[in-house]
């Protein structure tokens, strides 16, 4: 079987740093045992699980200043295939510390960088020069200006007249933008489905209804995240529910992207809705073991491909 080419698009990228000590006191030096830095950003995420899991993908966005010189290196090493659009603007910053005392996490993220409308044409260009040798785009993170929404709208549509088949995991401005060129997957987690519906989801029944409501603007795959509550995916037809409860957590930075790997892997391999709904739910807690976005093994995942609970839901 011939492996489909799959291309990642990421406008707002990211350097990501890990910071971990022993204890985080307010107001007092906190010294840190381990700092991990690495090349970031939603799609980007994406790319490394795939490349992981054995898919061929190329990671193509922006990057900017000496932020960006950093994130360009960690991909080589690990040898990431990439294409990036330089930016004016530096890449931000993301970081997570660690306390290891009690294992919380806090998250801190910059807001994504500004482009141009030079930068946003140059883009463009590369893309359409680009999504001709692909066959799977993933559109993936947030769009910080209506201009930026709206050329990720574009950029799904002339993929899709090219024959390629459109996967968007947004939010905000741009997830709404962007269902409206109907690209073929819409994954999002239950909060960005109620911001966009602007209503709170209080059921399984109201969330299988917003699920639908989805479906019918002529998106052929519809999928939501749960957290620990898992992931549940239409296709208008039928619904099907998977989940996996992991006994400890190390990690939760970047579940949802090796969760959307593990659905394009499975979609890559022409695998059924239920084995596509198996193989996000075993990426996305293989990434609960491992510190950082995306450093899923494939050992680990296949692992835990049969422990993945699935449920049928009638419609």
């Keep these: 079987m011939e492996l489909l080419m799959i291309l990642t698009v990421t406008f707002h990228p990211a350097l990501d740093r890990i910071l971990a000590a022993h204890q985080l006191r307010p107001d007092a030096v906190n010294r840190v045992q381990v700092v991990r830095e690495y090349g970031g950003g939603k799609g980007n995420n994406?790319?490394?699980?795939?490349?992981?899991?054995?898919?061929?993908?190329?990671?193509?966005?922006?990057?900017?200043?000496?932020?960006?010189?950093?994130?360009?290196?960690?991909?080589?090493?690990?040898?990431?295939?990439?294409?990036?659009?330089?930016?004016?603007?530096?890449?931000?910053?993301?970081?997570?510390?660690?306390?290891?005392?009690?294992?919380?996490?806090?998250?801190?993220?910059?807001?994504?960088?500004?482009?141009?409308?030079?930068?946003?044409r140059k883009l463009k260009a590369q893309f359409l020069q680009l999504i001709g040798g692909f066959q799977i785009a993933l559109f993936c993170g947030s769009a910080q200006s209506p201009a930026l929404a709206r050329l990720l709208a574009d950029m799904i549509s002339e993929a899709k007249q090219r024959g390629v088949v459109c996967v968007l995991d947004s939010s905000g401005q741009a997830l709404r933008e962007g269902i409206q060129a109907q690209p073929f997957m819409v994954k999002v987690n239950r909060e960005e489905l109620e911001e966009w519906l602007g209503e709170t989801l209080e059921t399984p029944a109201q969330l299988i209804e917003a699920l639908l409501r989805v479906h019918r603007l002529g998106i052929a795959l519809v999928a939501v995240t749960q957290g620990e509550d898992g992931l549940m995916v239409t296709d208008g037809k039928t619904l099907w529910q998977g989940s996996l409860k992991m006994n400890t957590v190390i990690n939760v930075m970047g579940c949802g992207d090796s969760l959307l790997a593990g659905m394009t892997y499975a979609l890559m391999n022409g695998l059924r809705l239920p084995e596509i709904v198996r193989w996000g739910v075993a990426c996305g807690a293989a990434n609960t073991q491992v510190l950082g976005a995306g450093f899923i093994h494939r050992a680990d995942v296949e692992a835990l491909l049969p422990q993945v609970q699935l449920t049928h839901i009638e419609l």
């Design 46 to 120: 994406v790319a490394r699980a795939l490349h992981r899991l054995g898919a061929p993908v190329l990671a193509f966005g922006f990057q900017g200043g000496w932020t960006g010189r950093i994130a360009r290196r960690a991909f080589k090493r690990e040898g990431v295939p990439t294409q990036f659009v330089s930016c004016r603007a530096s890449t931000r910053i993301s970081t997570l510390l660690i306390e290891n005392a009690t294992g919380h996490g806090y998250t801190l993220y910059e807001p994504g960088q500004a482009v141009s409308e030079k930068e946003m």
